[in-house]
């Protein structure tokens, strides 16, 4: 059974950073793309960023293109969401899974518990 455990959310003030962690099991690691979401109130969950097998190649919505950062570590199971120059918009729960190589499709129907991140202006 795949499970996912994300870590690192927290009230953040405009213009500061947080790095959030996932922490997988059930699955192969390395051999997945992995993915960060986001579901703000009231809006549909939407993909934030994702990264394939080997952390070689990255994909990043257009919304948060040079402020967050994806990354793994296959030897510990995790993949990592730096991000930086937060925006109030940002405020989300964030969501990590398992990824088609379109970084943009869920693998799995089940989904963590997420980790909750609030940008105060």
């Excluded at 192969?28 to 939407?46: C, D, H, T, V």
């Excluded at 097998?53 to 990354?71: C, L, P, Q």
Aim: charged share 15%; glycine share 12%; aromatic share 10%.
């Amino acid at each position: 059974q795949v499970r996912v455990v994300e870590s690192g959310g927290g009230l953040v003030q405009a213009g500061g950073s947080l790095r959030l962690s996932c922490a997988a099991s059930g699955i192969i690691f390395s051999i997945n793309a992995m993915g960060w979401f986001r579901q703000a109130p009231g809006k549909a969950r939407e993909s934030v960023a994702g990264i394939n097998s080997s952390g070689g190649r990255t994909y990043y919505a257009d919304s948060v293109k040079g402020r967050f950062t994806i990354s793994r570590d296959n030897a510990k199971n995790t993949v990592y969401l730096q991000m930086s120059r937060l925006k109030p918009e940002d405020t989300a729960v964030y969501y990590c899974a398992a990824v088609r190589n379109d970084y943009k499709t869920a693998l799995f129907p089940s989904w963590g518990q997420g980790t909750q991140v609030t940008v105060s202006s």
